[in-house]
């Protein structure tokens, strides 16, 4: 049974009628992707806020980190599992299975990130980007011990918070305009 067929529920404008620096993005996501991100799509209804948006993800996901690529991707999974967002499950558990080359990892980041064979560091930041999302007020001391125990320096442990913040943002954006993923991260990755 396939998803439902809309982007989103508030409906999305013509890309056609978008400004040139966004219908240049357009471009360059079909060119590259082969589609356009139904979050972009989503975002287009304010064009400032989905450059803000690009702005914001891309510092978060792609600047300097001392947390790799895969491991914000993972914290994007979790904390999407924790907020059982639709969108954000499909599409960045595609980017885990693409980072890692590993198909099923981004199935166990979707379902239960604790099946998973990681790291102690890996581990601690994901046992952090959950508690962060399901009970943000228990959060103390301890917790930052624990992440600075397994060598996250205080940047990083910045970035990793930042990084559960953003996708907690996201996921209440995507589930409240019940946007749908594009199909092809269902299929991406996949072996």
Known sequence: MPQPEHISKLGVPDPATLDEDLRA??????????FVPNVYSTYSLKPQRLRNFMAMYNEI???ESGLSKLEREMIAVVVSSANRCYYCLVAHGAAVRLLSGDPELGEMMALNYRVA???PRQRAMLDYAWKMTTTPWLI?????AALKKVGLSPAEMFDLNETVAFFNLSNRMA???????????????RG
């Open 25 to 34: 993005i357009w471009q360059k996501c079909m060119e590259k992707l082969g």
């Open 61 to 63: 996901m792609l600047s």
């Open 175 to 189: 589930s409240g305009t019940d946007m749908m993923p594009n199909r092809e991260y269902h299929r991406a990755a």
């Open 117 to 119: 064979a990681l790291d």
């Open 140 to 144: 103390d001391d301890t917790d930052r």
